[in-house]
């Protein structure tokens, strides 16, 4: 990803199995993800929010 973060906001329009840490890394602390998870033709739109806390991001 480009070296402009932290970003408010990310949109992932490709399904990974889970939400890679490095997009993680990228959100400031309040930022969103929203992201395609699962595998063949089993995938579902999730929206995440970084916390400040050590899990680093909770399930919306």
Sequence with gaps: MPTR???DAVIV???FPRVP???VDQLRTGGRLVQPIGQGGQERVELYERRAHAHGYDQR
Excluded: G, H, L, S
Aim: net charge neutral.
């Design 13 to 15: 329009c490709v399904a």
């Design 21 to 23: 840490e490095p997009r």
């Design 5 to 7: 973060a932290p970003y």
